[in-house]
């Protein structure tokens, strides 16, 4: 099953997917001499395409052959992921930078952060959440999630360690929404429950997003309903793909999953023979970002487990949605 919205546009933005991908010889030799050309419906591109698995995309990083190299746009810069063991690293041009950062601020739309509020970001450096968040935090983005949306974000690291510094800009900055890594919620839930101050009635906290990167766990339901009673707001799910630049958060209404698919293609496969899975089934998710010109990451196989409804969402939103397993 996959989400395709307007076929002829997905096929277009496919092609362009795929001819961008040639440019680096790690697709050059996954796909042999096939040219983009040859992506004539989404059937194509699930033919002609193998999906890729993590321990491909760090094989071509060890043999070098992810590096745009000669073909290099001067705007490209590396950003490094830290959620995979050993880790892995993506290309990001200026353009699909600005593109990403577009996404981050469509989920904390969509999370209910209103203009003009301060946002503590509680997550490492290295994570999406962060250098997405502001131009401040990354030297190369113009316009980061806060600027777009005009807020002022706070961050402090996501190490348990940095966890008192977090409830200090919840007591002196009072944020109306926080970002948080999945790992990060039980040492705040340990801390707030430990203390005796009267934090919760001086917020006004709109919304907790408790970001997961596929190789951590997707939700930690008690600890998320824990952390919702003690800020006494509610607390949704952002999920993450780094490797595929991938970025998806939970509908309030539906617990469901909203996917930009003019942003990403996404597919579900049967675990074993990798082949589409039928429309509702579950199956891995498999992402192909389709803003990304100097990575050729097509069809990313994630370790989510998820099933696809192209329906839309009870909450009203059109297009396609993903629940997930956990
Ligand atoms: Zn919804």
């Known amino acids: 099953m996959n989400a395709s919205g307007d076929s002829r546009k997905t096929v277009a933005r496919l092609r362009r997917a795929v001819s961008n991908a040639l440019r680096i010889p790690f697709m050059r030799g996954r796909v042999g001499g096939v040219s983009a050309r040859r992506i004539r419906s989404i059937e194509d591109f ?15 990083w060890e043999e070098n052959q992810l590096s745009p190299g000669n073909d290099a746009r001067r705007d490209v810069g590396l950003i490094a992921q830290t959620a995979h063991d050993p880790p892995v690293y ?7 930078l600005e593109l990403y950062a577009e996404v981050l601020a469509d989920c904390w ?8 509020s301060h946002v503590l970001i509680h997550d490492y450096g290295t994570s999406p959440l962060v250098y997405l ?3 401040n935090f990354c030297p190369y983005l113009k316009t980061g999630a806060a600027e777009r949306v005009g807020c002022i974000p706070v961050c402090n690291d996501g190490l348990p360690e940095f966890t008192e510094r977090a409830l200090h800009i919840l007591r002196f ?13 039980t040492p705040l839930v340990t801390r707030l429950s430990e203390t005796q101050e009267k934090l919760r009635r001086g917020l006004e906290l709109r919304a907790v997003l408790v970001s997961s990167d ?36 939970e509908c309030a209404k539906s617990g469901r999953l909203h996917v930009r698919t003019d942003r990403y293609f996404v597919e579900t496969l049967d675990p074993t023979s990798l082949r589409p899975t039928a429309a ?21 196989v994630t370790g989510l487990e ?18 997930t397993s956990a």
């Open 46 to 60: 699930a033919a002609v395409i193998p999906p890729l698995t993590i321990e491909e995309l760090r094989k071509g």
């Open 90 to 96: 993506v290309t990001l041009s200026n353009r699909a």
């Open 109 to 116: 739309l969509s999370a209910g952060v209103l203009a003009g």
């Open 133 to 135: 968040a502001s131009r």
């Open 173 to 185: 900055v009072r944020p109306r929404a926080i970002f948080l890594r999945g790992d990060a919620v």
């Open 214 to 249: 596929e190789v951590m766990p997707l939700r930690d339901n008690r600890g998320h309903a824990m952390l919702s009673g003690l800020l006494g707001a509610p607390v949704t799910t952002l999920v993450r793909a780094d490797a595929a630049l991938f970025m998806a958060s």
């Open 280 to 300: 509702g089934e579950l199956g891995m998710l498999a992402i192909t970002p389709l803003f990304c010109d100097a990575y050729p990451v097509l069809r990313y």
């Open 306 to 323: 998820a099933a696809l409804d192209l329906g839309g969402c009870v909450c009203g939103a059109a297009g396609a949605s993903l629940s």
